[in-house]
């Protein structure tokens, strides 16, 4: 028998969702598709490159075992745990016990949403820089908690506004969101001071720290990024999240790591034991290689990344656009001149920019209230695409003409996530 409509209610949790920004875009790029469009997402950060080969053969290679199809461990393999942990011993100087420390996830957005769940509940408060990368609010909104949003800042400012929060909020916020490099804007931090003060912070203020690290490896210019856990304490009161998706192409794997305080990978476990059976065994195994032996490539990739990051700041300076050139992260993140926003919300623009320009941009409201007049370009395209998606903006927004290719092309294969 079916249900009429009526007798659906889904849960409160659902309506606590703010409404999502991307749809209108999304939905007006995918009918410009459908007519046969050629349209050049640059909205979304989903790496297009291929992972290294090494790291596909041990996937085949694991795959064709046939004791590694069953339900994995939900914390990761033992061996994957501990390559993690020797991964932040070589790199960063920092020892952790891969048997208490360090927890595999399906991806650090699942792993981030679930260690909201674990440490947040009604009446909770986290706090979120803005602008800010959706999940890290969302996450928030779904486990029941409330977000408060400081504007976002890289340096002690930052931290003074948190502060200031922190004092003057009652009850105390419990989880202060931390994401350096960041998504959307790119703002790095210039070395581990910042962490040590906001571990500072955190004790002073009886605050958990969650660091979403995705961007730690991508990195330009000589830049590295320091990781969280590198400050004195940091795993007394926080964690860092990172991911195989960005650094070595993996986005569909779907794994990425937890890494610092027992306590809270303890809480996450506990959920993650409830709602998973743990990741593919074979990604793991590869992962375990991508590990140990691929370095190279990921600074190959940074590389990618910086070449191309160098198109579009030229392209966008050529089109007026004052605007800086990153030093980590897989964005762009460009104010865009009033005299081109022409009294426009950014939502407003970037669906312009699709009917005049047909590239596809992520608006900077879409992060928050702080990213109005900004927008966020993903550097998922090859170079000749980048010049030709800054040659149709440039002649969109200076010269006023429509259409850039009057030939309707097939669109290219994947999806821009
Ligand atoms: C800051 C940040 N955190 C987490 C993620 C999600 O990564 P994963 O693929 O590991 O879930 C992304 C993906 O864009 C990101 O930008």
């Given at each position: 028998m079916s249900q009429t409509p009526s007798q659906i209610e889904v849960s409160p949790r659902i309506r606590r969702l703010p409404p999502y920004l991307f749809a209108r875009i999304n939905r007006l790029r995918d009918e410009k598709r459908r007519a046969g469009v050629d349209i050049i997402d640059l909205?979304?950060?989903?790496?297009?490159d291929a992972p290294s080969r090494t790291i596909v053969e041990k996937l085949c290679e694991s795959a064709r075992?046939?004791?590694?199809?069953g339900y994995s461990q939900s914390i990761g393999i033992p061996n994957l745990r501990r390559e993690v942990a020797k991964l932040y011993d070589r790199r960063y100087g920092v020892s952790l016990d891969?048997?208490?420390?360090v927890i595999a996830v399906l991806g650090s957005k699942e792993g981030f949403s679930h260690m909201c769940l674990a440490l947040l509940g009604p009446g909770d408060t986290a706090v979120v820089g803005?602008?800010?990368?959706p999940i890290h609010v969302y996450a928030v909104a779904l486990a029941g908690g409330n977000v408060i949003n400081v504007p976002l800042g890289a340096g002690p400012e930052f931290l003074e506004r948190v502060a200031y929060v922190a004092e003057h909020l009652?009850?105390?916020?419990k989880v202060l969101i931390l994401n350096f490099?960041?998504?959307?804007?790119a703002m790095t931090v210039d070395d581990v001071s910042f962490f040590e003060d906001a571990v500072a912070l955190a004790r002073r203020c009886g605050m958990m720290i969650i660091h979403?690290?995705?961007?730690?490896?991508?990195?330009?210019?000589?830049y590295e990024a320091p990781s969280?856990?590198?400050?004195?304490?940091?795993k007394d009161v926080g964690v860092e999240f990172l991911t195989m998706s960005k650094p070595y192409n993996m986005?569909?794997?779907r794994i990425g790591f937890c890494v610092g305080n027992a306590e809270m990978i303890r809480a996450l476990a506990t959920i993650k034991g409830y709602y998973d059976y743990g990741i593919f065994t074979p990604i793991q195994v590869a992962s375990i290689i991508a590990l140990r032996e691929c370095a190279q490539d990921i600074d190959a990739q940074a590389g990618v990344y910086t070449r191309r990051r160098d198109v579009v700041v030229e392209g966008l300076r050529r089109a007026g656009w004052r605007v800086d050139a990153p030093r980590a992260s897989m964005f762009v993140w460009a104010r865009v001149c009033d005299e081109h926003l022409a009294g426009q919300g950014t939502i407003d623009f970037a669906m312009r920019m699709l009917e005049e320009a047909e590239v596809a941009l992520a608006p900077g409201r879409a992060f928050g209230?702080?990213?109005?007049g900004y927008v966020r370009i993903a550097l998922v395209e090859n170079e000749h695409r980048l010049r030709q998606a800054m040659r149709q903006l440039n002649r969109a927004l200076?010269?006023?003409?429509?259409?850039?290719?009057a030939t309707k092309l097939k669109r290219k294969g994947g999806q821009g996530g």
């Amino acid at each position: 028998m079916s249900q009429t409509p009526s007798q659906i209610e889904v849960s409160p949790r659902i309506r606590r969702l703010p409404p999502y920004l991307f749809a209108r875009i999304n939905r007006l790029r995918d009918e410009k598709r459908r007519a046969g469009v050629d349209i050049i997402d640059l909205g979304m950060g989903n790496p297009q490159d291929a992972p290294s080969r090494t790291i596909v053969e041990k996937l085949c290679e694991s795959a064709r075992h046939l004791n590694t199809h069953g339900y994995s461990q939900s914390i990761g393999i033992p061996n994957l745990r501990r390559e993690v942990a020797k991964l932040y011993d070589r790199r960063y100087g920092v020892s952790l016990d891969p048997e208490a420390e360090v927890i595999a996830v399906l991806g650090s957005k699942e792993g981030f949403s679930h260690m909201c769940l674990a440490l947040l509940g009604p009446g909770d408060t986290a706090v979120v820089g803005d602008p800010y990368f959706p999940i890290h609010v969302y996450a928030v909104a779904l486990a029941g908690g409330n977000v408060i949003n400081v504007p976002l800042g890289a340096g002690p400012e930052f931290l003074e506004r948190v502060a200031y929060v922190a004092e003057h909020l009652y009850p105390t916020p419990k989880v202060l969101i931390l994401n350096f490099p960041h998504n959307p804007t790119a703002m790095t931090v210039d070395d581990v001071s910042f962490f040590e003060d906001a571990v500072a912070l955190a004790r002073r203020c009886g605050m958990m720290i969650i660091h979403d690290f995705a961007y730690g490896r991508t990195c330009f210019d000589g830049y590295e990024a320091p990781s969280f856990l590198q400050a004195e304490g940091a795993k007394d009161v926080g964690v860092e999240f990172l991911t195989m998706s960005k650094p070595y192409n993996m986005a569909g794997w779907r794994i990425g790591f937890c890494v610092g305080n027992a306590e809270m990978i303890r809480a996450l476990a506990t959920i993650k034991g409830y709602y998973d059976y743990g990741i593919f065994t074979p990604i793991q195994v590869a992962s375990i290689i991508a590990l140990r032996e691929c370095a190279q490539d990921i600074d190959a990739q940074a590389g990618v990344y910086t070449r191309r990051r160098d198109v579009v700041v030229e392209g966008l300076r050529r089109a007026g656009w004052r605007v800086d050139a990153p030093r980590a992260s897989m964005f762009v993140w460009a104010r865009v001149c009033d005299e081109h926003l022409a009294g426009q919300g950014t939502i407003d623009f970037a669906m312009r920019m699709l009917e005049e320009a047909e590239v596809a941009l992520a608006p900077g409201r879409a992060f928050g209230e702080n990213g109005e007049g900004y927008v966020r370009i993903a550097l998922v395209e090859n170079e000749h695409r980048l010049r030709q998606a800054m040659r149709q903006l440039n002649r969109a927004l200076n010269k006023g003409i429509t259409a850039p290719s009057a030939t309707k092309l097939k669109r290219k294969g994947g999806q821009g996530g």
